[in-house]
């Protein structure tokens, strides 16, 4: 079994910057893909950024810029750097894991999920 843990999460004035992480514990040879999505209140759950097992970054073009995704395999963590946040920025952000490879844009191809951090931007 995997457990994804977010943390960095919390309130911040617009303009501010936000270091997200996710560790991963358990049976962690089993993750490969991984990736940040968030979720707004009302709204669909939507893809910040994915990183595939090698480390190639994929953004969708409405989070380029602000958003970079990183991995440290030897802690088994997984970043999210947030700069310039915006208050439309606000949501709980989550981190996935994949048993593929490559590149995950799809949530049904996550396997694993975590509990999520809140990200609060004020104006």
């Known amino acids: 079994q995997v457990q994804l843990v977010e943390s960095g999460g919390g309130l911040v004035q617009a303009g501010g910057s936000l270091r997200l992480s996710c560790a991963a514990s358990?049976?962690?040879?089993?993750?490969?893909?991984m990736g940040w999505y968030r979720q707004a209140p009302g709204k669909e759950r939507e893809l910040v950024a994915a990183?595939?097992?090698?480390?190639?970054?994929y953004y969708p073009d409405s989070m380029k810029g602000r958003f970079t995704i990183s991995r440290d395999n030897a802690k088994k963590t997984l970043y999210l750097q947030i700069n310039s946040l915006k208050p439309e920025d606000t949501a709980m952000y989550y981190c996935?894991?994949?048993?593929?490879?490559?590149?995950?844009?799809?949530?049904?191809?996550?396997?694993?999920w975590g509990q999520g951090t809140q990200v609060t931007v004020s104006s």
């Open positions: 996935a894991g994949s048993y593929r490879t490559t590149i995950v844009v799809v949530p049904l191809e996550y396997h694993y």
């Open positions: 990183i595939s097992s090698g480390g190639s970054t």
């Open positions: 358990g049976s962690i040879f089993s993750i490969n893909a």
